[in-house]
C-alpha cells in the first residue's frame, strides 16, 4: 500500500495519530530514498530513457558498426561502458538510486558488444555472423557473450546492489539456456525444444527468485526481476506447448489458478497477470471449441464466477484469523518474507 497524505489525514480522525506525528512520519517516508520500481511518471521516464539507451547499443546496433571494425568496437563500448559507471557513481552520491541503477545496468549490457569486437579483433569471430543477429538467432558461438556478461554482471552488481542489475543477468541466463541446448543438440532446435528450455528454464529461474526473495527479505527487492522473467519464460514456454488432450489443458488451467495462489501469497502482481491471462485462454477454449454450442455453459460459468465472489467475501471475513493459523506452521524465513509484504 502507498502512504498518502490522505491516509494519514484519516488516520489522525480516528484518534490513531497525532497530527505532529502524522506529519512527521509523513515527512520521514518521503525523504526515503526509493530502490524499487513503481509506476509514476519519474520512474517511468527513469526506465524509459535507460531502456532507449540500452536498446540503441544492443538491439538497434546496425551494420554501420562494422566500418570501425573490432578494436573500434572494443573502445567504443569501453568508453560508453565507462560513462555509464561514472553516471551511476554521481547518481549514487547524489541519493537518486534508480537512475544509478540504470546506469550501472546499461554497462553491463555493452559487455556482449565488447567481446564482439575482441573477437573480431583477435579474428577468431566466425564468418558470415554480425553482432546484431545476437538477439535474434539461437548459435553457439553467443556463448564467450553470454559468459562475460554473466560475470561482469555480477561483478558490478556486487559493487553497486542496485535491484534493476538483475535484470540483465536473468535476460542472459535465459540467452544462455537457449543456446547451450543449440549446442547439445548439434543444429538449431526447433519450437517444441525452445518452448520446453524456457518452460524448464523458467522455473529453475523462479526458485532462484524465491531463494533471492527469502534472503534479501530484510532489504531491497532484488528478487524483482528474476520473478519477473521467471514467470514470462515459463508461461511463455507452457503456453506454447501442444496437446490434444483434454486432461492436459485442464492442468495448464490448474497450474494458472496456482500462479495466481502464489502471486497473492508472496504478493507477486506479475504472477496474477500471466496466471488471469492463461485461465481466460482456457475459458475462451472451452467457450469457443467444446461447448460451442452450449446453452448451459455461460449460467454454470457465471455460477462459478458468483461463488468464487462469495468465496472471496468468506475470506474477507476471516483472512486474519487464517493467516495467523497458516503462518504459525511455515518456517520462520518463509515466515518473515510473508510478514513483510
Known sequence: MKITKSAMDAAVAE??????????????????????????????????????????????????????GGWGIVCISFFYAAGGLLLA????????????????????????????????????????????????????????MELGTLASGVIIARLYKYPFLVLPIAFTLWYLSMDLAAMLVGERPDFELRSLVSLYFGLL??????????????????????????????????????????LSKLLYFGINLLMM???????????????????????????????????LFPIALTAIGLAIIYLGVLWQKNEQRLTVKVRSVLPVALRELLDSK
Open 15 to 68: 484518534g490513531i495519530l497525532s497530527q505532529e506525528q502524522s506529519s512527521r512520519l509523513l515527512a520521514f517516508l518521503q525523504a526515503r530514498p526509493e530502490v524499487g520500481p513503481s509506476f509514476s511518471l519519474t520512474h517511468v521516464l527513469y526506465y524509459l530513457g535507460g531502456l532507449i539507451a540500452i536498446g540503441a547499443m544492443t538491439l538497434f546496433m546496425g551494420l554501420g558498426w562494422e566500418a570501425f
Open 205 to 246: 529461474m523462479l526458485g532462484l527468485a524465491f531463494w533471492v526473495d527469502i534472503r534479501a527479505r530484510h532489504s531491497a527487492d532484488y528478487a524483482f526481476w528474476l520473478y519477473l522473467f521467471g514467470v514470462l519464460t515459463f508461461w511463455g514456454g507452457l503456453t506454447a506447448q501442444h496437446s490434444d488432450s483434454e
Open 89 to 144: 557513481n554521481r547518481f549514487q552520491k547524489q541519493g537518486y538510486a534508480i537512475p544509478a541503477g540504470i546506469c550501472a545496468t546499461f554497462a553491463v549490457f555493452l559487455t556482449p558488444l565488447f567481446i564482439y569486437g575482441f573477437q573480431q579483433g583477435l579474428g577468431v569471430w566466425p564468418e558470415g555472423s554480425e553482432y546484431r543477429d545476437y538477439h535474434r538467432y539461437i548459435r553457439w558461438h553467443w556463448l564467450y
Open 261 to 295: 495462489g502464489l502471486g497473492v501469497m508472496l504478493v507477486r502482481r506479475v504472477f496474477v497477470v500471466f496466471g488471469a491471462l492463461g485461465s481466460s485462454f482456457y475459458l475462451g477454449y472451452l467457450a469457443h471449441s467444446v461447448f460451442e454450442e452450449s446453452l
